[in-house]
Each structure stands twice: as structure tokens, then as C-alpha cells.
């Protein structure tokens, strides 16, 4: 139940931060890696009452609140919050926090901590959580669990997170056709609570197969001595497990569902998805999408550990450096060139990259439409022509801009010739590539956004300083 | 009603495209701006016929599939497809759209056909449209309301796209408190239809003031007799027509709501969100920050005109454009030390490259916390200690590692030795801007992710090629 109902609770979040820090503050300076002792220290008499005042805050907060506090706070103090946390809320927090944070609590609970928060859960949840768990942790969740439960989470645990399979839960409210709707009625009207979420109910034959659904509001609204079957809808909108999530995700979107039914190949109703898991599945990807674009990963938040940021960065580092070498040994290609005319150094980057803003814009143009539809033979010719025209154009422009610049610059006509010339070259490779590699890694079968953009950038990078050098070379020297 | 129930529908969409193009390519080739004079060749016997099959088929597809096809389509066959949709579904299609395909379809509307498309949708509705209706149109649309209608609109549309005013509705049930669950279901029995995500009811006091919300699971699982007052909700999530729609999206995810109530300033109950609403809101959100990232507006599709195209793309180019002319006034600088060295010009764009990237990965980090929340005084020092540090062992590390390599290029100690400081400094340089960056413009009211990586990278460019080229004047020539 939240305290705080109104959308202006980030001031009292932020109070609520500020008490933290001053009630741990009041401590000895806390040493990063003695978390442990340092906890120990603080509970002295008076830091004892502010404490247990801050855990009985903490207590009304959402769980989804708590879990924004923690991640809000740097490694000690999250860690000295989490220990106030009732150990009954432990799992759902666990499953709001971000997965840097979730490491970074899980890593101080003990076994019967974890299992303890295990068992608050539901098979589709301890599913979310089964990866971040201790190695060998797992098996011990799964034994405690009811036979029942053991196979549900063995089937969820069978789909990857980006499949309908990983968003699904097991809460299904189900009738048979033939009730009436009074019957119906009567039904819910003898369970305690309904699901979230639950704004349709399932119905299936005595065989389990789904025939289709009826909304709550068709109960409410209709005549109770109404059959079912009569007043349910049947070509409602279906998944099967193995479905991306994404697509499902664009199916929620369009159709403005709320739940929908997962049946399996014969039809057989197997789960739902609801649309708070397909919120958090499109903010996750979008969140991922972000930091994929500067080679990170979801592992490191801003109060990560120096040691651990600095390996989360390394890799995209690695590739650009790489890159850079070789468009290194272009320009070192033109060495006699540049020290005969040095301006050639100065005006160089320009080129490449003016280039790498093209085939970046070109690039996102064509990622976005890809994701939400193939593109035919026919799309892709005409895709091509426009950017080529567009590239053109603007090679011409710019091209044509930056020979004026450039000679008001050096007074070297023949310098903002080929200044002109380069650019424009190298807007039509940022062009030709920029449609190419997106629309190739789709045909791979690879995700056409990642690592585009550095791939574009090496291509106009390196293409820039060769064009740009070599057609000096050739008409300058 | 959608045809296609299930998700695997790609297929059959691609196929449903395949055949527009095949009708419509029976055709003489269809002149690029001649649209009307095309529309009307097409319609030989032959063609009419296969025209009405199509025509049928898209009867059938749900609106938002509608929109779907129509953006998969160039300009021209767009349009004749546009003339097969039923004018009764003009309105909801148009909705579905993206802007820049709504703009093309709109300028083929004459007066009669718009006007009908706006009289088919709810004032919420019509506020979405209303910025993209031509000139003097609106005037017409808001006269031909009923005179409560016309005040919702004028309400809906004082409030910005990204606040809740903004995606808010009127589709409100609302019951009175001292009422049993019994008459609120009688009352409920007597609608012909309730709204689309009606999750809740929402209770108001005989002035409109806003108490609390009842779920429908709730209406169907308590005893009749009870009254309504007991068991709602009453410290359920309210917003305010003015707050930002995307803390109320994080609200949303956060709660797992499907519907929340707007109240005004005297908590008077004046609408409701939905959870469609918000999700369409996330999706366009992050598909702007992509598109803004490298400076391109929703104006935009790929089947856009290349004059269009060109508008779109310049003034990001533009930018680009004068920070790369400063780096080069920065290398201009140097001339003379890259005349006596000239390995200095193909290693000085792997310094300002690097750099670029580590600034890079510093403002995406930041800009990720910053959309959820503000960083406080204690937050930023901890943060400029982490991320200096980060940048240092990184420079150290990556700053050897091309010592060595440049050292294998050109047997020249001193170039190595500048290297690897150039390559500390500029990450230096970028961690601290990196930081930097973001919270000032978070503290001047600014987006913080917009224009940022633009900023860094033109501080790294510049920045790098100077601390490089200056450096090597200093100690190598």
C-alpha cells in the first residue's frame, strides 16, 4: 500500500534520502569494503531509534519505492537500508531493483535469506530472479516448491527473457463456455481475490483447448442469464510461447490490450501476459537499446565499483581503438602528401566526420523502420535511391559550404575543390553503407541496431581520410 | 474487429503488401506527383475489381493495422489505398499513424472528408489531431461540438503532449460512496458498453470531489450489500492535469496501473489516464530521444521526400559542421609541429576518438540516473571521484597500450610517451565534462540527454587535438 499517493513523491523521496544520509552520517566515516563492521558500528543507542524510525518509513513504502531508494543510494548505505527492510518484502523488492542492484543485495544474504525471499514469490517471478542467484541456490528454490509449481517454473525457465515465454505468468481465471454468466458470477463472487490484472477471463473447453474470452466489463453489463458462449469473443488476439516478446509488445501496443492468452501449438491454454510485464519488458529494451550504443551494459550503475565500471567499458574501447589504428595507417598512407601540404591534417577530420553524421542519421532512419517491419526487394531499392539523392544533395550543399570556408581559410582553390569532392564522396559511402549494414545484419538474422554505428563510423572514418587524401595526392601534388 | 488473430500476422500483412503492389503495378507506371490522374487510370474494369477485393480485405484489419500498411507504403500507393478505407474509419486510422504519414494522408483530404474523420472521435482524440489539421480547420471541427464537448476540448488542449493533461481522458464511470455494490452493479447493468480500460471505478461525493477507486474485481467478488465506501481504494495514485506525463509513466510501471484519475487542484475528479495512453506515450518518447541523437525530428519517414529528407538532416550537419571547423582551427594551430612530425596527424584523431568515446559513456550513465531521478551535492562528488577515477585507470591502461603500439609504428619513444599522457588528460578531460555536462543542463531546466553527446564530443575533438599536438610541441620538437 503506498504512502505516498500523489505524483509529487519525489520530495519526500528525496527527504526521505537526505534522513538517510544524515542518520548514517551521524556514524563513523563507513569504510567501503567493511560493511559488515560498519553496520555494526552504527547501531549505537541513539542511531538505533533513528533506524528503527527509518525502517517503520520504509516498511509503508511500495515496494517499487524501496527498491528506487536503494538503487539511489551508494553501495554502504543501500546496504545498511536493505538490512531495514522486512525480510517478507525482501523478494518482491529484489524483483524491482535493476540487476547491478540485485547483485549487490543478494550478494550479502544468506542462504536462508534467499530462500526465505524465494518462497514470498511466484513461479513466473523466481523465474525473473533465477539468473542472479548464488550457483547451486537455485536447486534448493526448486526442491522446496509444490510438484505443481516445479514444472510451471521449469517451463518459464525454458524460454529466454526476450521470448513471450519469459514475459508470461500463471494466473489465469478460467470458465467453461456453457456456464451462464450468473454462474459465472457466482464463481468469482466465492474466490477471495482476482488476479492484477485481470480485466477478461479465459475460456477453454473441458479439454484445456482455449475457445476465447469475456471481458469483466460483458459480465457486468450483460444479462446474467446469458450463456457464456454467447457473448465471448473468439478471434481474441493470441500468443504462443515461443513468440518474440517484441512482437508481443507491439501487439499490446496496437491492440491496446490489457492480458492476453498464451496457448501452446494444439491451442491448449497454457498462461497469460499482461501489460505491466510488457511496460517493463519496453522500458528494459529501450533502457538496454541506450547503453548498447556506447558498448555498456545493464551490470554497472553510477555507484558501481571503479574496478567494475572500468571492465564494463573496456570492450566498446577495445573496437574503437582498433578502429582508430587502422584509419591510423590511412592517413599514414599519405604522409609524403600531408607534409607537403599540412592543411590536408587540418581539414581531414571534416571530412570523416561529416561522413560519420550521414551514415548515423541514415543508419537510425532504417533501424527504426526495421523494427516493426521486414523490408522488401522493392522497398530497399527505393531506399537506396533516396539516400543516395539525399546524400547527393547534401554532399553538394555542405561540400559546397565548406570549399568556401575552406578558402577563405587557405586560398588554395584547388584544396576546396577537393574538399567538395571528398565530402560528397564520402556522404555517398556514408549512404550506400548505411543502408547496407542495417538491412545485412537483418538478413544475418542479427540485431540490425547493435554495433552499427561504430561499423559506420570506422567505414567513414577511414573512407573519409582516404578519399580526402588520395584525391589530394592525386590532383594537388 | 481484427482479421488476424494471431501474432504471426507479419506474414500476412507482407503478403497483403505484395498484393497492393501487384495491383497496383498492372497499372501504367504511376507518375510520382500525379496522383489524382494516376487514382483514376487504375480504375479500369479489371483493376476495380481487384481494387474492391483489396478494399474488403481492409475492412476487415484493425485500425492500428490500417496505419501499419499505409506507412509500409511509398507515397503514391499510400494514397490510393488511403481512398480505399472506409470514410468511417478515416478518423481512428489517421490517430494511429505516425506524424509525418498523417501529414501526407491529411493533404488529400478535402473539408467534407476531415471534418467527417473528426466527428467519428472523442475529444481527447481530437486533440491529438488537432495540431496537424490545416490552418482554420480546427475552428470548424470545435463549432461542430456539442458545447460540453467543446469545453473538454479547449481543456485537453491548454495542457502540453508531455504532460497528463495531455494524455488524458473523459471516459470516466464514476459512483457515489454511500452506494452498495448491488446498485452499482444494477447501475452498470443499464450501459450498453463501458469503456475501454475500465480496470476501476472511480467514487466521487455529490460535489465531484475525487475519494477513492473501486476495481471491478472488487465489484464482482464482494457481498452485494456491502457499501461501495468501505471497501475502495482510498489512497489510490492521483495525478494532476499538469504533471509530467513521464512521471506518470513512471508511476505506471511502478504501480502497475491500468487506469488512474486526474484531479484538479481542489481534488474536483476531471478525467482519467490509461495505460494505452502511457504506453503509446513510452514507445514515442524513446523513438524521439533516438531520432534526436543524431538530430532528426518524427517529421521524417523513409519514404519521405528527399527534399524533406535534406530539411530534416541539416541542422544537425550544421552543427557538426562548425565544431568540426574549430578542431580544425585547433590542429591549424599546430601546423608547423605536424610539418616536422608528421606521425602527429595519424595519431591525433585516435586521442580525440577515444576521448570521444569515454565522454560518451560517462553522459549515457548519467543521463540514464537523471531520468529517474535528481542528484543530490553528495550523489555529484561521489560521482566526479568515480568517474575521474574510471577515466584515469582507463587512460593509463588504453594510453599503454597505444604507447606500445605506436612505439611498433614508428620506433619514436617520445611520440609513445605523449601518447599515452595525450590519452589520460583527454579522458580526463571527457570524464569531468562528461559529468559535467548533463547535471548543468539538468540544473538550467534542460533535457540532459538532448545535444549532449554533440557537446562532449566536440569538447573531445577540440580538447583532444590540443592537449595532443600541444603536448608534442612542448617536449618533442
Known amino acids: 500500500m503506498p504512502e505516498l499517493t500523489d505524483i509529487d513523491r519525489q520530495e519526500e523521496m528525496d527527504s526521505l534520502i537526505r534522513e538517510i544520509r544524515n542518520t548514517l552520517a551521524r556514524n563513523e566515516p563507513v569504510e567501503e569494503t567493511e560493511v559488515e563492521t560498519s553496520s555494526e558500528a552504527v547501531r549505537t543507542l541513539v542511531q538505533q531509534q533513528a533506524l528503527s524510525r527509518l525502517a517503520s518509513k520504509i516498511e509503508r513504502l511500495h515496494a517499487a519505492d524501496i527498491a528506487k531508494l536503494l538503487e539511489s543510494l551508494p553501495q554502504d548505505e543501500r546496504l545498511v537500508i536493505w538490512e531495514l527492510v522486512h525480510s517478507d518484502r525482501d523478494g518482491e523488492v529484489l524483483l524491482e531493483v535493476s540487476d547491478s542492484v540485485r547483485d549487490s543485495l543478494i550478494e550479502v544474504m544468506d542462504r536462508d535469506e534467499i530462500l526465505n525471499a524465494a518462497s514470498t514469490l511466484g513461479t513466473d517471478e523466481l523465474a525473473d530472479l533465477a539468473p542472479d542467484l548464488p550457483e547451486g541456490m537455485m536447486q534448493d528454490v526448486f526442491t522446496a516448491l509444490p510438484i505443481d509449481d516445479r514444472e510451471k517454473l521449469r517451463f518459464v525457465m525454458s524460454y529466454q527473457e526476450d521470448t513471450i515465454g519469459g514475459l508470461m505468468d500463471f494466473d489465469l481465471v478460467t470458465v467453461r463456455g456453457e456456464v451462464t454468466i450468473e454462474v459465472a458470477l457466482r464463481y468469482l463472487r466465492r474466490m477471495d481475490s482476482l488476479p492484477d490484472h485481470t480485466d477478461k477471463l479465459f475460456v477453454t473447453d473441458r479439454d484445456g483447448l482455449f475457445e476465447g474470452v469475456i471481458h469483466l466489463k460483458t459480465l457486468l453489463i450483460s444479462d446474467p442469464e446469458t450463456v ?77 565499483p571503479v574496478r567494475k ?68 526487394g522493392e522497398d530497399i531499392r527505393l531506399l537506396y535511391g533516396k539516400e543516395l539523392k539525399v546524400a547527393l544533395i547534401n554532399g553538394v550543399v555542405w561540400g559546397g559550404v565548406l570549399a568556401a570556408v575552406t578558402y577563405l581559410m587557405y586560398q588554395h582553390a584547388g584544396v576546396s575543390i577537393v574538399m567538395m569532392a571528398a565530402v560528397s564522396l564520402n556522404f555517398l559511402s556514408a549512404a550506400f553503407f548505411g543502408v547496407t549494414i542495417p538491412i545485412l545484419r537483418t538478413r544475418l538474422g542479427r540485431d540490425p541496431a547493435l554495433g552499427s554505428a561504430v561499423m559506420i563510423t ?7 581520410f582516404f578519399i580526402f587524401l588520395g584525391l589530394a595526392t592525386l590532383f594537388l601534388l
Open 458 to 464: 570506422a567505414i567513414t572514418d577511414s573512407g573519409g
Open 228 to 304: 457464456v458462449a454467447d457473448v465471448m469473443e473468439r478471434d481474441a488476439i493470441r500468443f504462443h510461447p515461443e513468440d518474440k516478446a517484441r512482437d508481443g509488445a507491439d501487439a499490446f501496443e496496437r491492440y491496446d490490450l490489457i492480458s492476453a492468452p498464451v496457448v501452446d501449438e494444439v491451442d491448449r491454454l497454457v498462461g497469460r501476459v499482461t501489460v505491466d510485464a510488457v511496460v517493463d519488458f519496453i522500458r528494459e529494451a529501450s533502457d538496454e537499446e541506450r547503453l548498447s550504443q556506447v558498448g555498456l551494459t545493464e551490470e554497472e550503475d553510477i555507484f558501481a
Open 309 to 376: 565500471s572500468v571492465r564494463n567499458r573496456a570492450p566498446w574501447l577495445a573496437v574503437n581503438m582498433v578502429t582508430a589504428l587502422v584509419a591510423a595507417q590511412v592517413i599514414g598512407l599519405f604522409e609524403g602528401s600531408i607534409q607537403q601540404l599540412v592543411a590536408l591534417a587540418a581539414l581531414m577530420p571534416i571530412v570523416a566526420g561529416m561522413g560519420g553524421n550521414i551514415g548515423n542519421q541514415t543508419i537510425t532512419m532504417i533501424v527504426r523502420e526495421l523494427a516493426f517491419r521486414k523490408l522488401g
